[in-house]
């Protein structure tokens, strides 16, 4: 037996002996796709056009070599990041990450002969695909609104692009037969104190309502609506809030939230808002990130939010409900890695999640014994996690260390 066996074996009695079965985890786990984001990899410059800026008040920062300077190099380099984290996996793409053949294509132009290559890849990979409309680093959102602009010419352009975005969710959906999730994220805001803040969330509404007019089939796709608090930029108003899209989905049923962990007051908790949702029977989209004093999008790593955000679900019986994303861009270090690092991260915290005894702790918490539920919080940090985890890469073909 190698020191993995030997070690998994040891994890095993230790697990259950806390009533949990550590294969049943593994099992599981399988049933639980990371949607890992396509622009880590290019700080998010995408197809369109490889020297294209990044705007919309979000910031890829450093200046890491190695940054892919073509499509076979970002596909490359893709693929080898993607090898590096263990077990059932989504790609998420983003619409400017399109083959356009050299031709331009604007947004409101986009096909789905633009993304046959997403199909391809995933297929050979045995990975489903979640797509998300790009309504940022264009001449048309350059004044800091999209949906919600004063301007209906401008209004409609943005339109026509969420609603062929769509349409290519939904082709995802189709070709890889796994539900696609098409996430709407729009930068509009107001730098500073506003005055009408009711007009463009108004605009927002009937615009989101254009877009979701066409009924496509649910089996494949579905819609979600990203919130958010402030950007750069649009640090006074931002008319997609949390409130705003809650509402949204609520009165509509047209679309589920999506709640990106960078986009809240600082020591508000993604992870303590989850079962509010699941109360009423709605799904959820997360985008799992690392907002270090802002929305900075730092790797995601195995810290307090995240394992929080796993647990969530876990203990709410959401892993079906809930549906996993990650949104992190950071161009300091070496980034494919970096994709590597932070996917491996959120499926460590899964994991980790997974094993906890739910069922004794809840029921120290039913018996009223909060000592008891405290100490077991305590004692269950030491248990033996990396052994099960080595063990899901190993069976999972995929290395235990990546450090190089
Ligand atoms: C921006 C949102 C959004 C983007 C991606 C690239 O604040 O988090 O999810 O990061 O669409
Ligand atoms: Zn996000």
């Not at 037996?1 to 070690?7: A, L, S, T, W």
């Not at 786990?29 to 008040?57: K, N, Y």
């Amino acid at each position: 037996m190698g020191k993995i066996e030997r070690n998994y074996e040891t994890a095993k009695e230790c697990f259950e002996e806390y009533g949990v079965d550590t294969d049943l985890v593994l099992e599981q786990m399988e049933d639980v796709p990371i949607s890992v984001h396509c622009w880590q990899i290019d700080d998010l410059t995408g197809f369109e056009d490889f020297h294209a800026r990044l705007t919309g008040g979000i910031a890829a920062t450093g200046n890491m070599g190695g940054k892919p300077k073509d499509q076979t190099e970002y596909f490359g380099q893709l693929g080898a990041a993607l090898k590096l984290i263990p077990g059932k996996l989504k790609i998420a793409a983003h619409a400017v990450y399109l083959d356009n053949k050299g031709k331009k294509i604007d947004r409101d132009q986009i096909e789905t002969q633009h993304f046959t290559k997403w199909v391809d890849f995933a297929r050979e990979r045995g990975m489903g695909l979640d797509f998300n409309p790009t309504y940022f680093s264009h001449e048309k959102s350059e004044d800091g609104f999209t949906l919600s602009s004063a301007d209906p010419a401008v209004r409609e352009f943005w339109i026509e692009h969420g609603r062929r975005c769509r349409r290519i969710g939904e082709y995802f959906g189709r070709e890889t037969g796994t539900l696609c999730i098409t996430n709407h994220w729009i930068p509009d805001g107001y730098k500073d104190i506003t005055i009408d803040k009711l007009s463009p969330r108004q605009r927002l509404k009937e615009s989101l309502d254009a877009i979701f007019e066409e009924a496509l089939d649910r089996g494949h796709c579905m819609d979600s609506l990203e919130s958010k608090l402030f950007g750069l930029g649009s640090e006074s108003y931002v008319t997609g809030s949390h409130e705003f899209y809650t509402n949204y989905c609520t009165e509509t049923k047209k679309a589920i939230l999506c709640m990106d962990a960078g986009h809240f007051h600082p020591t508000e908790s993604v992870a303590a808002k989850i079962s509010s949702y699941i109360a009423f029977g709605q799904e959820l989209m997360l985008h799992v990130s690392r907002p270090v004093r802002w929305d900075s999008d730092h790797v995601v790593i195995v810290d307090e939010e995240t394992m929080a955000i796993m647990e969530e679900i876990v203990r709410c019986g959401a892993l079906k409900r809930v549906h996993i994303g990650l949104d992190f861009f950071d161009a300091s270090i070496r980034r494919g890695e970096a994709t590597a690092i932070g996917g491996r991260a959120a499926k460590t915290a899964l994991l980790k999640a997974m094993l906890q005894p739910a069922e004794l702790l809840r029921q120290a918490e039913d018996a009223g014994d909060y000592t008891r539920r405290l100490a077991l919080l305590e004692e269950i940090k030491l248990l033996p996690y990396g052994f099960v985890w080595e063990m899901y890469c190993e069976r999972n073909n995929c290395p235990v260390s990546i450090c190089t």
